[in-house]
């Protein structure tokens, strides 16, 4: 579904997206996984696993749980096209803001985690790059994390990356579970809390 907002464009304010956060993290815990957004230390160093130049011209980068866009923004930040990204979001809140703050990115309303739902709709076959991920996995059972990142994996060429943050001291899913490897990045320490970037590929 392509959202699109007839709000005024917000800025990009990062107390009033802390507030924003905060208060869907009141309302769904389970679902935001975080009380505040990334940080932009933390967003440079996922966007840094994402592939550009010409070559990725016809090629979709997917995001899934964007929030407020903070990781979106280092995506575009670091040369992604705009109108490259597809942007799927849960929160009907969050994707309004999405589409006011990037109006040439698809926004999906949607579950990502369902296989062959919206967002594949949204894809329209289209081949992705890369899929770039702020699911808080750890509220989900095993089987649900792996076939996200499996099922994205597949998707893909051999060796593009699906690239998650996380906040554990354990990985949310163990690469030889869905025949991967993970590189592990070092500590954001300056993001709250901190995190480390993992990226899985296959291939
Ligand atoms: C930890 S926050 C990360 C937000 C953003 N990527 C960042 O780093 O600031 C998790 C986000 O995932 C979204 N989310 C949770 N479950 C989802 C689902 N099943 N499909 C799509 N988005 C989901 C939440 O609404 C929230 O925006």
Redesign the pocket.
């Known amino acids: 579904m392509r959202v699109s907002s007839s709000r005024a464009a917000d800025p990009r304010n990062r107390s009033s997206d802390d507030v924003r956060f905060f208060r869907?993290w009141l309302r769904r815990p389970l679902?935001?996984?975080?009380v505040s957004?990334?940080s932009r230390r933390l967003?440079r160093a996922m966007a840094a696993s994402v592939p550009v130049g010409p070559g990725m011209a016809d090629m979709a980068v997917l995001e899934?749980?964007?929030?407020?866009g903070?990781?979106t923004q280092c995506l575009i930040d670091r040369g992604v096209p705009e109108e490259s990204l597809v942007l799927?979001?849960?929160?009907p809140e969050?994707c309004e803001l999405l589409a006011s703050r990037f109006p040439k990115a698809r926004i999906v309303r949607?579950?990502?985690?369902a296989p062959n739902g919206d967002v594949e709709k949204a894809l329209a076959g289209r081949s992705v790059a890369a899929v770039v991920s702020?699911?808080?996995l750890f509220t989900k059972p095993d089987s649900v994390r792996e076939a996200v990142i499996s099922g994205s994996l597949d998707r893909m060429a051999p060796g593009s990356p699906f690239i998650q943050?996380s906040y554990a001291l354990t990985l949310p899913v163990k690469p030889d579970r869905i025949g991967a490897s993970v590189e592990i990045g070092s500590w954001v320490k300056l993001n709250l809390p901190p995190a480390r970037v993992l990226v899985y590929r296959r291939g």
């Open positions: 869907g679902v935001m996984g975080a957004p990334s967003g899934i749980g964007p929030g407020t903070a990781v799927a979001e849960y929160s969050f949607g579950d990502a985690y702020g699911l808080p943050f």
